[in-house]
Every structure is written in C-alpha cells, then in structure tokens.
C-alpha cells in the first residue's frame, strides 16, 4: 500500500479553492505560504511556467521588506538547522543532494565561519540553488558573493530563490511536464474551487 498522496493535474489544482490550493503549493517558497495565496486569484495557469511567473510577480510585487523576509525564511547552508535536522523537507533534501548533511567537522565549522561572514555583513542567509552545486562550488560562490554590494546580493538571493522555486514545482509536477490537465503531478488532492 503506497503512502503517496493523489496525484492531482494541474486542471485539478485550478480547480481548488484558496485553503487547498495553499495547501498544495505552501511549502514551495519557503515558510511563505503568502506567495500561493495571492497567487491564487490567477487560476486558471495554463501550465507550471505560468504558475510559477505568477508567484514570481507577486515576490515581486511585495514590499521590499516582505521579500527581505522571504529571504530570511531561508536556512543557513549546512548550519545548525542541518545538523539538528530542523529543516524543511524541502531544504533537507536539497541540502542533502549536495553532501551538507553529512559534512566532516572541519568542513561544518567552515561553512559555519561563512554563513556568519555573510550574514553579518548583509543581514540574512546566503541563498543558493544547491542542486545545481557540489560542496567546491558551494564554498567558491560564497566567496565571490561575499564581495557583492548588498543590493545585488538582494537581487542574487531573490533570482537563488526563484530557481529553487521552478525546481520545487517541476518536482511537484513530474519535472515540469505536466499542462493543463492532461500530466498528472505528484501533489496531494483537496477541495474543489467553487
């Protein structure tokens, strides 16, 4: 017996009202929930790119200090929140692709001299599409970022964001494939919109 939740369609989460649709799409943008729940009124989405512009532009469409927010929803890359396992799934999973959750103390302590490094001189978390990383990477991107004017560092976090965001929809929906209605996704079900 699988433990998987309903695969739904993308006709079917057009379909849902704003409590099931948030349900559904809430964990996408890390604790921000806020994001599908605005999004919502744009149903129908011909398709996950249009899902995930609409998102997009309501991040975008926020003031500068709720997407400052977003951004500090965000764990620290193998921080105390990867080694007390109190991530997000979502972040634990992506964290654990790039080898952070099974780092060697010296490797740990390092990444903890940078998130610190970093957080000081910009005032939250450094925000990386880790799937597309490996630890060399990782370390190398921090680095460079490091030397960034804060705002462009705003503006690299947010564009950071929104990829791991397009990942964490193509997942959900069979790597992107899924269309209006005729792919079905990996998302659990819930009410229909009225």
């Given at each position: 017996m699988s433990t998987s939740p309903p695969a739904v369609t993308l006709a079917a989460l057009n379909r849902m009202d704003r409590t099931a649709f948030v349900g559904v799409l809430g964990g996408v943008f890390e604790h921000s929930p806020w994001v599908p729940e605005a999004a919502w009124s744009g149903v129908p989405f011909s398709g996950v790119a249009a899902l995930h512009e609409a998102m997009v532009a309501v991040v975008r469409s926020s003031s500068?200090?709720?997407?400052?927010?977003?951004?500090?929803a965000h764990p620290d890359l193998a921080g105390k929140a990867a080694r007390g396992r109190t991530m997000t799934a979502n972040s634990a999973a992506e964290q654990a692709g790039a080898g952070l959750l099974s780092l060697g103390d010296d490797e740990y302590a390092g990444f903890l001299r940078l998130n610190a490094d970093y957080r000081e001189r910009f005032g939250f978390p450094f925000i990386i599409a880790v799937r597309r990383h490996d630890k060399a990477s990782l370390i190398a991107a921090f680095e460079r970022r490091l030397a960034n004017p804060r705002a462009v560092e705003i503006e690299t976090a947010l564009g950071e964001i929104f990829t791991i965001t397009q990942l964490?929809?193509?997942?959900?929906?069979d790597a992107g494939q899924c269309t209006s209605g005729?792919?079905?996704g990996k998302l659990g079900s819930g009410s229909m919109r009225q």
């Open positions: 500068p200090q709720r997407r400052l927010d977003l951004i500090r964490r929809l193509d997942a959900l929906f005729n792919t079905k």
